[in-house]
């Protein structure tokens, strides 16, 4: 099938296109300097998306020292502590450093080019929220050296794990993911700037790409629940350094208080995560079905949907805990409810595809993989949903087959269908199909070996975060282990792509595939330092 | 909507240098915190930060006087701002659902209330009490009285409320164009702010010398101060920047139109009497 591609669009185009004018102003910095001081959302999304991919590596070479530990039963290769570790910090630099900020990244490149603006609203604090970033997590990685390690509470760090029982680099932990946090919510008040004030003239927010509407609604997630993290974790500040007992039943607080907190941030944080996934594969589908989106308009409703519902599913992650039934019921009843949004996104999708003219370049490959594979994580959560079902799988692989289901093929895989979408905008250059469809199916095939097992060694009653298990557990975390090597070393054909398609290729047109009808296209490829000086000619195109 | 005329800065100094002194700042916070020792660098990154964000503030300030920007630009640092405060209405959120859970929840299942009712082991001799003087464990000693909301906090409450009625006469003074007006009651707003901020401090004197309430008095304590502790930082950052909006006025920047400065100062003090109010009923009254 992949020799079947359509011939590329040619590249006429190209220099007769509006918003280009590559006029440079002032001297520049150059060098280091450049990248230090600039206020540009295409430098400063290139910045963050080399960051998270870096992260990206780091975090996943702490999944593979758990994952080579957990190949055989018996403990070979790690200390149970360090293995404690690697699962807290794959967490943590995982959602923390590599899927959040890489979504940022790519906020910043595309939505001002999505909307036609100049730059983002707030261009130096744009800046200022990226370089928060390698300054916290060096500060979080440096605690893996302290005496005592890093944080091993797991990367929920439930009370009194991670106060009374903690290690002492904890405050570090703790000041260093107020940072993060910092920067989320400076970064999501920006996106949302962008978005409302600098549209192109002409264009309503029901002409906005759905990029741009998944992103709306996620910042605002995220300055409605970035200050609750910083919230929880000044409280177990004081709790350990300064003997406030808001965890701890001796003085009159409750370690079960922390868990309301953290879910209350957790759960939009989850919708965080994937909200701009949805926003990726909803402009990729159309794109290479040659069809408009399916049901625009209920497309932006469902968002809103599970927006608003994701504040009122917190406790799911607590059913065990001792809930009154009366919570239980609560909240078992409003996350089925997410499934009603959540299908009318998937069966949109599915009817977009419907009588299309698909071509399946890599970008479409993982963004179809995307609706399969995050609808089974979808399903499994519906599973986990129900709450005297939640008894027996909770804190079992279940639940790590479940959320890694709907973070890597779905939020990941995301990202990468979107780098691959996006790429000959950002370079100039088709990256290698070739070597795309290589890194897809590696990928596709290490992820469900990796995670489908889980499922079942799960459902059997292996605990999470242990580093030895029952035998009969075996065969199961083998074929893990093994899957997962496989994803992490396709990764590096990733890296190898995006070097190749900066570096050379072949050359793309501004508008780079036949189907794309956005703003983006209509700037040259690669797009110059400075798009829509003066705002674009707005055409709203019927959804 | 684009007009054609948004000022996109160059390139500046100072995020990558704020980045920096903020994580100097926190390396020390933590080294304070956990080794004893960093103070120093602590006091170091926070002079740093505070220069940043002078020297930060002193560029916009710049651009705006040399008429930069336009209307647009205007609505991008009003969303900007409004946004900011949402943020900080969550983040008392997250310490007022504390309250309410601990009141609710957590203190009373201590006492066997609730479904479970398996809480209560814990402590038998335990019983459920708002402020809670007599924490369950004997290891942790409570205060000997609560705060009474009528005699500190109320006095606080009124200086607050009528230093949002002053700024706002203050506001309406320089939108007509009086500015010796709105210094005069820009000043009466900040000697009420930091009155406000006077008598907090002799409540918290108060607290520690004589009601043995303390940081470590049980979740009463904790709570009291959380919620109070932040409140007042927030009074201190918004008279800092009413101060810095009167240093303006005096040297004679905003005009009738176009002062959005001191309308987001406004905003911002507006805020934090609005979480007084929440604090003085649901901390003190209730």
Known sequence: MASNLPPKPTLEHSTTTSGGLAHEHHERPRGMLRWLLTTNHKEIGTLYLIFSLTMFFIGGIFALVVRAELFQPGLQLVQPEFFNQMTTMHGLIMVFGAVMPAFVGLANWMVPLQVGAPDMALPRLNNFSFWLLPVAFTLLLSTLLMPGGGPNF???????????????????FILS?????????????????????????????????????????????LIAVMPILAGVITMMLMDINFGTSFFNAAGGGDPVLFQHLFWFFGHPEVYIMILPAFGIVSAIIPTFARKPLFGYASMVYATASIAIL????????????????VAELFFMFTTMLIAVPTGVKVFNWIATLFQGSITFETAMLFALAFVVLFSIGGFSGLMLAIAPADFQYHDTYFVVAHFHYVLVPGAIFAIMAGVYYWLPKWTGHYPDERLGRWHFWMSVIGVNLTFFPMHFSGLAGMPRRIPDYALQFADFNMV???????????????????IKCVRGGEKA??????????????????APLHTFDTPPDFKPVTH | MSGGSYYVPESSKWPALGS????????????????????????????????????????????????????????????????????EVMFFAAFFGSLFYVRTFAVPWLDGEGAKGVAALLWPDFTASWPLLNPPSADISGPHEAVSPWQLPLVNTLFLVSSSITLTISHEALKEGYRLTARN??????????????????EYYEAYAHYGLTLQAGIYGSTFFLLTGFHGLHVTIGAITLAVMLGRIIKGHFTRDDHFAFEAAAWYWHFVDVVWIGLF????VF
Not at chain 1, 154 to 165: K, M
Not at chain 2, 281 to 284: K, N
């Open chain 1, 480 to 498: 893990s282990s093994v899957g997962a090597l496989m994803f992490g070393v396709s990764q590096l054909l990733f890296v190898w792509g995006v």
């Open chain 1, 310 to 325: 994701s504040f009122l599913v917190w406790a799911h992650h607590m059913f065990v805990v001792g809930l009154p039934l």
């Open chain 2, 281 to 284: 009923l649901f901390v003190y």
């Open chain 2, 185 to 202: 009651w820009l000043i009466g707003t900040l000697v009420l702010g930091i009155s406000f901020l006077v008598v907090q401090g002799f």
């Open chain 1, 154 to 172: 797991g990367w929920t760090f439930y009370a009194p794990l991670s106060t009374t029982y903690a290690p002492p680099s904890t405050t570090f």
């Open chain 1, 509 to 526: 047109p501004a508008k780079a595939w036949e189907g794309a009808e956005d703003l983006e296209w209509s700037v040259p490829s690669p």
């Open chain 2, 20 to 87: 920096l002194a903020v994580g100097t700042m926190m390396v020390g916070l933590g080294a304070l915190l956990v080794h004893g020792r960093g103070a120093l660098v602590m006091t170091l990154g926070l002079v740093a930060v505070l220069s940043v964000m002078y020297l930060w503030f002193r560029d916009v300030v710049h651009e705006s006087r040399r008429g930069l920007y336009d209307a647009q630009m205007d609505r991008s640092f009003r969303w900007g701002m409004g946004w900011f405060i949402f943020s």
């Open chain 1, 177 to 221: 993911l107020h940072m993060a946090g910092i920067s989320s919510i400076l970064g999501a008040i920006n996106i949302i700037a962008t978005i409302l004030n600098l549209r192109a003239p002409g264009m309503r927010l029901m002409d906005m790409p759905l990029f741009v509407w998944t992103w709306l609604i996620t910042a605002f997630l």
